[in-house]
């Protein structure tokens, strides 16, 4: 490997992801080679940085309230909600039972006049 490859395979070689015979080449190298062995400390310590950042956890404190806040079940429909769904339904009603009572004579009547005609027409074939 040129010393530019073996540059580049640091971080693979550090996360021991190569084969045994280019790590064996690597780490050669390195025993040789004070800029890449400098360049590998330095991956390790950004490693292990990126690791503990990672590995943090949040306030005990701040668990808590997401997990209480979790707890709390929060009704589906709100009161406010059910009850204007209470009062739209009750207009609708009221509304329904007033054009019921205004056009229902009429229809009847146009029924009841078909009724007749009907009975009329057959009367009168006999």
Do not use: W
């Not at 005990?60 to 009850?83: N, T």
């Not at 009841?112 to 006999?126: P, S, Y």
């Amino acid at each position: 490997m040129t010393h530019e490859e073996i540059k580049e395979s640091l971080s693979a070689y550090s996360d021991g992801q190569l084969g045994p015979e280019q790590a064996g080449e690597i780490a050669a190298h390195l025993s040789g080679c004070t800029g890449c062995s400098a360049a590998l400390r330095e991956l390790g310590g950004l490693s292990a940085g990126v690791k503990q950042a990672l590995s943090a956890s949040a306030p005990a404190a701040m668990k808590e309230r997401v997990l209480a806040g979790a707890r709390v079940k929060k009704p589906l429909l709100r009161p406010a909600a059910l009850l204007a769904g209470a009062l739209a339904a009750l207009i609708f009603a009221l509304l329904a039972g007033v054009a019921a009572k205004r056009f229902m004579p009429a229809m009847f009547a146009q029924v009841q006049g078909m009724i007749n005609g009907a009975a009329g027409a057959l009367g009168g074939g006999k």
